[in-house]
């Protein structure tokens, strides 16, 4: 991490290494071209023809009396031989580099020989301060010019050092600081290193939680990347603070993993080691023979000069024709590489789009299955479960059939959560506007968290304010996913404490009202570290005093559905004291004149006979009881029918009130049935009961004929209220005809 500054990225031209050895200025271009070269060695590990390209750049530089390149020589040089271990020549380079930065007053170079001298002093026994006087020049120089990204590393490498010197508490402004420089910078090399540093110094200051995050979360940002050397120095760290927790297993695999990495870092080590030695002999006899090249050369420079004007202009002259050739034949071979490349691209490119597509579909058609593979069997035991607790004569079991309610329930919630992320991220996902009663919702979502309230000894408070009109227009199947999602996490949270629900009203605009929703809880609260993460999907706080965790989707969902309703989630929380929850909608008032007329006429349809004939078409034999035994107790009568065919059959030979249907069924399936049925009875109404995902198939239902949609497995008393809703509509049909 303690960075040496290399040079800036040149444009380069074309340059003839021959020129290396004469004693004439050469031009700019030729300057840059061998500063690139330089550039590339030494990054290669090649020291020796490094070192070489330099003392070249340095000769033409002091020949074309151009001060600029004589700095980046010096600094190539005091680069090569600090990576040699050749700390004397290394720093003898650096302060030559450093009077020629000070005579061109040129405050970039100072920038880079700053740092590079910081790095030479910082790791010198006894010399460490003189290193950070020189890093905190790096940073005067960079906030004078306005350059803050050149403040990172200077920055971190003071952290460092102090670290290094078992000062925590000088090193942690830094790096703070250095966290600040970060922030919206994609350097996940950096990152991952001050991540390191950040999990040493909380190790070593005793606050191991926060240790362990900054760990894990650099040892991901490396393995990301590929980044051997930050991740084996995290690795080793992690290990030795996991032991000392006494997590000897984790510890044993942070080492194993450390042992990895320090492998290859090893291979890279010796490479570097060996051409290192090679260098330094190759070095010495590159000096012994300098003088000769010299000599060697001024002779050939004496015989060039003898050579007459002619023949010099001829082979000029066919040089350049040569050249030119060389460069159009070059520029053509490129030119139909080019062009068979970009036919290669854009075929790889065709197939990777058809294939994601396709694994797009499978992914969306297994969805679909599981959901109605899961919700099909569910649907059996919440419902035989309600049953259950409702018989007086299994009171004794009632706690076991709660626990199974309850599990079958929370795997349903799971469930749907991944199903809803899958159909948020494919922008399936339609807000829907339909009258419903807000104080029912809230007392309905109060209600299914009864069994995880008594468990964790919670008391559930709510409080709806009256100024809010009782029915209002908007998705309530959507506001019951956001509020599910907080009141589940605040009781599950929550141990011998309090949930507080509130409901309030904010605003009146014409139709319209603002409604203010806050869910407060005091239970372990959410650190500040956590509090963006717990937005993100697969996202949860770790604690052990809760036998689950859950899929992490919850509050990822809770923030994408208000981002439809044109709202956010806004948290506030500490640590050990709990959180809050909140955020603002606004619905449009339902003002139809109609709920006094509904009401007289559902009394009226229950007192229309003793018993109502309801037709229940359903294959699966386990729902077929559920659904007659949830019928029989409101006193229907009802008929069973395992298939389409047997349907029709019923259907044409007897008169139903209404038909519950199931969509899949083998042979003839249930939008198919629905239509046979409208061909001899356009007034029976027929309600889908399905446990597929209805936003897929919801137009095709309608489009059979069918008039409502449940979905399986369902809430009882809403099963209640759209079989009435629906029962009633069938008399007005029926009356009108």
Request: hydrophobic share 40%.
């Given at each position: 991490m303690k960075h040496n500054y290399l040079l800036l990225t040149f444009c380069l031209i074309g340059f003839n290494l021959l020129s290396a050895q004469n004693n004439k200025p050469v031009s700019k271009d030729s300057l840059e071209h061998l500063t690139e070269i330089t550039t590339e060695y030494l990054t290669k590990y090649n020291y020796k023809d490094g070192i070489e390209h330099a003392y070249i750049l340095l000769e033409h530089a002091e020949n074309s009396g151009d001060n600029y390149y004589k700095f980046h020589a010096h600094n190539y040089l005091g680069i090569a031989y600090n990576e040699l271990k050749d700390n004397p020549r290394a720093k003898s380079n650096y302060l030559k580099a450093l009077k020629i930065a000070h005579s061109l007053e040129n405050d970039t170079l100072l920038i880079y020989i700053y740092n590079n001298l910081g790095n030479i002093y910082s790791e010198e026994k006894g010399n460490e301060e003189k290193g950070i006087t020189y890093y905190n020049k790096v940073i005067g120089l960079a906030d004078s010019l306005k350059v803050p990204e050149e403040k990172l590393i200077p920055t971190v490498n003071i952290a460092w050092t102090y670290m290094d010197e078992k000062k925590y508490s000088q090193a942690y402004p830094y790096l703070n600081e250095s966290l600040k420089l970060l922030e919206g910078k994609e350097n996940n090399n950096a990152r991952s290193q001050l991540y390191m540093l950040l999990g040493k110094y909380h190790h070593k200051t005793n606050a191991l939680d926060s240790a362990e995050y900054y760990f894990t979360q650099g040892l991901k940002l490396a393995e990301k990347d590929s980044l051997v050397l930050p991740a084996s120095l995290i690795c080793k760290d992690y290990a030795a603070m996991l032991f000392e927790k006494g997590e000897f297993e984790a510890a044993y695999k942070s080492l194993e993993k450390y042992d990895n990495y320090n492998a290859q870092l090893f291979e890279k080590d010796k490479l570097a080691q060996i051409e290192a030695a090679n260098a330094r002999f190759d070095v010495n006899e590159y000096r012994r023979n300098l003088e000769i090249s010299k000599k060697e050369q001024a002779y050939q420079d004496e015989l060039i000069a003898k050579s007459t004007e002619k023949i010099l202009i001829m082979v000029v002259a066919s040089l350049i024709l040569i050249i030119i050739l060389l460069i159009l034949n070059k520029i053509n071979q490129d030119r139909k590489k080019l062009i068979h490349q970009l036919k290669e691209k854009n075929n790889q490119l065709r197939d990777s789009r058809d294939n994601a597509e396709r694994l797009s579909k499978l992914k969306t058609e297994f969805l679909s299955t599981v959901s109605h593979e899961l919700r099909t069997p569910l649907y059996g035991v919440v419902g035989l479960a309600s049953l259950l607790l409702d018989d007086k004569s299994l009171k004794k079991h009632e706690s076991d059939l709660k626990s199974l309610k309850f599990?079958?329930?929370?795997?349903?919630?799971?469930?749907?959560?991944?199903?809803?992320?899958?159909?948020?991220?494919?922008?399936?996902?339609?807000?829907?506007?339909?009258?419903?009663?807000?104080?029912?919702?809230?007392?309905?979502?109060?209600?299914?968290?009864?069994?995880?309230?008594?468990?964790?000894?919670?008391?559930?408070?709510?409080?709806?304010?009256?100024?809010?009109?009782?029915?209002?227009?908007?998705?309530?199947?959507?506001?019951?996913?956001?509020?599910?999602?907080?009141?589940?996490?605040?009781?599950?949270?929550?141990?011998?404490?309090?949930?507080?629900?509130?409901?309030?009203?904010?605003?009146?605009?014409?139709?319209?009202?603002?409604?203010?929703?806050?869910?407060?809880?005091?239970?372990?609260?959410?650190?500040?570290?956590?509090?963006?993460?717990?937005?993100?999907?697969?996202?949860?706080?770790?604690?052990?005093?809760?036998?689950y965790q859950g899929t992490g989707l919850g509050l990822p969902i809770v923030k994408r559905l208000l981002e439809l309703f044109d709202s956010q989630i806004h948290l506030k929380s500490k640590e050990g004291e709990g959180s809050l929850f909140c955020f603002s909608l606004s619905l449009k008032e339902d003002q139809s004149p109609t709920k006094k007329a509904g009401f007289a006429h559902e009394v009226y349809l229950d007192n229309l006979k003793e018993k109502q004939k309801i037709l229940v078409v359903d294959d699966n034999r386990i729902n077929q009881v559920v659904t007659r035994r949830i019928l029989e107790k409101q006193n229907f009568e009802c008929i069973v029918a395992s298939n389409g065919v047997e349907a029709i059959e019923k259907a044409s030979s007897e008169n139903f009130d209404l038909i519950l249907m199931d969509l899949n069924m083998p042979g003839i399936n249930g939008m198919e049935t629905t239509k046979r049925i409208r061909k001899f009875n356009k007034h029976v109404p027929v309600v889908a009961l399905t446990a597929v995902e209805i936003e897929e198939v919801r137009n095709e239902i309608y489009a059979s004929g069918m008039n409502d949609i449940i979905v399986k497995p369902y809430d009882v008393e809403r099963f209640y209220q759209i079989i009435k809703r629906n029962l009633s509509a069938g008399v007005e049909s029926i009356s009108k005809n």
């Open positions: 599990s079958a329930d929370y795997l349903l919630a799971l469930i749907n959560d991944v199903l809803q992320m899958n159909k948020m991220e494919s922008n399936q996902v339609k807000l829907e506007n339909i009258p419903f009663n807000i104080r029912e919702l809230v007392l309905s979502i109060v209600n299914t968290f009864e069994f995880t309230r008594l468990q964790n000894k919670n008391k559930v408070h709510y409080h709806i304010d009256e100024k809010i009109p009782e029915d209002l227009i908007g998705d309530p199947v959507r506001l019951s996913q956001i509020l599910m999602n907080l009141v589940g996490n605040a009781v599950k949270f929550t141990e011998n404490g309090n949930v507080f629900i509130s409901v309030k009203l904010q605003a009146r605009v014409e139709d319209r009202s603002v409604v203010y929703f806050e869910v407060k809880d005091d239970g372990i609260g959410i650190p500040k570290s956590k509090q963006k993460v717990i937005f993100e999907e697969f996202s949860q706080l770790k604690s052990s005093n809760y036998n």
